[in-house]
């Protein structure tokens, strides 16, 4: 069974910094693309990072490029989103998200599994 488990939400205060775990099981983990996609209340999802299999090359949206920065482990199957200078903006429910052989990462749809997500609070 495939499973993405997320990890390292809570919260935080303006400028400060949280670091998110996301763990894969049952499937070939170096085959997929990764990425992070975030829902604030009310809000629609939003695109915020991803990481491509294969070459490791990352894409970021406007809104944390500079801010945050996305890794992956491949030999312990998990990613990782460092996000500093957190802003109330940023409060959202963070979702891990996989896609096999991906290259269209920012299409939100494509990723073929997901993680239940991680809080992030950012009070200001």
């Known amino acids: 069974q495939v499973q993405l488990v997320e990890s390292g939400g809570g919260l935080v205060q303006v400028g400060g910094s949280l670091r998110l775990s996301c763990a894969a099981s049952?499937?070939?983990?170096?085959?997929?693309?990764m990425g992070w996609v975030r829902q604030a209340p009310g809000k629609e999802s939003e695109f915020v990072t991803a990481i491509m299999w294969g070459s490791g090359i990352t894409e970021y949206s406007d809104s944390v490029k500079g801010r945050f920065t996305i890794s992956r482990d491949n030999a312990k199957n998990t990613v990782y989103l460092q996000m500093n200078s957190l802003k109330p903006e940023d409060t959202a429910v963070y979702y891990c998200?996989?896609?096999?052989?991906?290259?269209?990462?920012?299409?939100?749809?494509?990723?073929?599994?997901w993680g239940q997500g991680t809080q992030v609070t950012v009070s200001s």
């Open positions: 049952g499937l070939t983990f170096s085959s997929y693309t």
């Open positions: 998200a996989a896609d096999f052989i991906g290259g269209r990462p920012m299409e939100s749809s494509r990723y073929d599994y």
